[in-house]
Structure formats: structure tokens, C-alpha cells
Nanobody
Framework: QVQLVESGGGSVQAGDSLRLTCTAS????????MGWFRRAPGEERKFVAA????????KYADSVKGRFTMSRDNGKNTVYLQMNSLKPEDTAVYYC?????????????????????WGQGTQVTVSS
């Protein structure tokens, strides 16, 4: 059973930084695509960033490019989301997700429907 546990959320001022952590357990994650999504108040959950646990590429939503950085620590089965220059519109519940990639390579997924496993979410609140 795959388990994902997020941490690192909180309440900050605009311009501040936060680092979210997602620790995965229950599998060897070398063949998994890992994603970060967020749900703002009154909105649907949306893609933020994704990477493959074994590949070099990272994709970002346009709204966070240049401000957010996704990274990983393979030895710890952990992915991070470094969020800099936070804006009030970044306020949301942030979710970590994992999906097994069945084809060879390091494909990463950006659509929610492709992810089977989800964490419980962590709240990020940015005030102006």
C-alpha cells in the first residue's frame, strides 16, 4: 500500500518562502511519477509540478514557473516543493500524488486522472 505524507504548510506573508515535503512509503518509487497539485478555496484541484523519481525533467504550471522548484531525495523516497516569492493567490491545500509509470523511461504525468495515490494535503495560506 502506497502512503504519501505531506508536511511543511503554514501561514506566511506575501514574498515569503515555504518548503513542502512529501514522503512516500510502501513501494520502491524508482518507476513513479510524482506530482504536486493544489486546490484553492472554491476552485478545482490543479496541477502545480511533476517529476519522475528517476528522470531529470520537471514540469511546472505557468503560474508557478520561476518561483517554485520541485526536487527529490531518492534515498529518502521524498519529494520537495520549494515555494519562493509566495503570493496570496498561492493560498491552497497542496497535495502530493504518485503514479506508477508502466512504460520504460521517465515519463511524468501532469493530469490528476493519471495519479492513483494521494496524500492528505497540507494548507498553505499567504496573506498580503
Amino acid at each position: 500500500q502506497v502512503q504519501l505524507v505531506e508536511s511543511g504548510g503554514g501561514s506566511v506573508q506575501a514574498g515569503d518562502s515555504l518548503r513542502l515535503t512529501c514522503t512516500a512509503s510502501g513501494r520502491a518509487f524508482s518507476r513513479y511519477s510524482m506530482g504536486w497539485f493544489r486546490r484553492a478555496p472554491g476552485e478545482e484541484r490543479k496541477f502545480v509540478a511533476a517529476m519522475h523519481f528517476s528522470g531529470p525533467d520537471v514540469k511546472y504550471a505557468d503560474s508557478v514557473k520561476g518561483r517554485f522548484t520541485m526536487s527529490r531525495d531518492n534515498g529518502k523516497n521524498t519529494v520537495y516543493l520549494q515555494m519562493n516569492s509566495l503570493k496570496p493567490e498561492d493560498t491552497a491545500v497542496y497535495y502530493c500524488a504518485a503514479a506508477l509509470v508502466l512504460i520504460p523511461g521517465s515519463l511524468l504525468f501532469t493530469r490528476q486522472a493519471e495519479y492513483r495515490y494521494w496524500g492528505q494535503g497540507t494548507q498553505v495560506t499567504v496573506s498580503s
